[in-house]
């Protein structure tokens, strides 16, 4: 799990999808326009891909749920030709972050409702 980085060519296509691939020469899988980086560097992640199951499981979901959440556009993934969905261990960090809430989903209140201190004398 703890692998060192790779460099990965980095793509930017003109669409706006920007991702990366073993190979510096490919179609974009979103438009389909024929790519080819020159640009080589480490992924702004050290994790690894999830499978929609994995995913479930680390949130403790549904895979139907995962899928949903993907389908909504609420959770970052990946949708690989040939390979599936994929999703990566910092996009869900990002997903929790995102609906992150207290309790009562109002603010934390530090201090409780002030208190006479009546038994004190000085
Ligand atoms: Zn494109």
Redesign the pocket.
Known sequence: MNRPPRKLWYFV?????KFFAKENNL???????T?ESTEQMEPPWTNRYLTIREAAQRLRASPRSIYGLCQRGLLVHFKLPGVGVRISEEAIEEFLKAYQRTGTGKPLRISGPRQKLRHLRV
């Open positions: 296509c003109q669409c706006g999808a179609d974009c899988p979103r438009c389909g326009e790519l």
